[in-house]
């Protein structure tokens, strides 16, 4: 299971606009995306306008991007299985005192159970990436509900919060059924503004080319996504979010994207 996971998650994100085929659940008039945008460059804005899909994102309140007039960043990692960095990557986020957000699959709650605790007790937010990662446009309602409330229940059973109310859909790959449906059973949908590929183990280049990579997309409401995988990430998260300080951006959760109050910033986080 873990080699058929990683595998998926490689392929995660790509940033074209792909319809896919449908089987019986999919009809040919809901479509299907792979999520991809306009990247910003020299600190201008990224543009979904182009994809053909932001009438229904935003139609049902996902997101892609936070206040554009505010120079805020919401920063996010895909856990789809441990290769070995996300201490390191908690250890850097807490000494720098930056809350984040960590989608996680059935697999990392299985196989990273400390992992997850911790994620919690560091005060950071924990999202839906679903049980096995499947194309959520080729599965029925009711197998949608079960891989969502498998990763839900099993998180809540490790950490004792049974909020959930962030979804990251598996390989970006979304319609207007399941943006609608996963928004019916209270999950606000998240994509990204800001993303490079990173989450090939076997294609990393250094922690300066992250830097690099991350750095030149950065852009206010920013919602930078991120694999945990990478050790190009790893080594490069301290340098990224200096330079982002530096450039006078402030790191925020999502749920201060919503105007909420965060529930838990230990440590002096905001």
Known sequence: MK??????????????????????????????????????????????????????????????????????????FDNGYENGYTASILDTLKQKKVPAIFFVTGHYVKDQPELVKRMA???????????SHPDMTTISDAKIKQELESVKQGVAALTGNSEMTYLR????????????????????????????????PKEQKGSSYAYQKVVSQLHPG????????SKDNTEALGSIIDEAR????????????????FPFLPNGIN
């Open 222 to 229: 920013a919602v930078l996504l991120l694999h945990s995988v």
């Open 169 to 200: 859909p598996p390989r970006g790959i979304f319609n207007e059924r399941t943006l609608r449906y996963t928004k019916e059973l209270g999950y606000t949908n998240v994509f990204w503004s800001a993303a490079y590929k990173d989450w090939d």
């Open 121 to 131: 007790a560091e005060g950071h937010l924990i999202g839906n990436h679903s049980w």
């Open 246 to 261: 530096r450039q006078g951006y402030a790191f925020k959760s999502l749920t201060q994207l919503h105007g909420d109050v």
């Open 3 to 76: 080699c058929a996971l990683i595998s998926a998650v490689m392929a995660c994100f790509l940033f074209s606009l792909v319809p896919l085929a449908g089987d019986n659940v999919v009809s040919a008039a809901d479509g299907a995306y792979h999520f991809g945008f306009k990247r910003s460059v020299d600190g201008k804005l990224p543009s979904i306008n182009e994809e053909g899909f932001k009438p229904i994102v935003d139609k049902h309140g996902a997101i892609f991007l936070g206040d554009t007039t505010r120079k805020e960043l919401f920063l996010t």
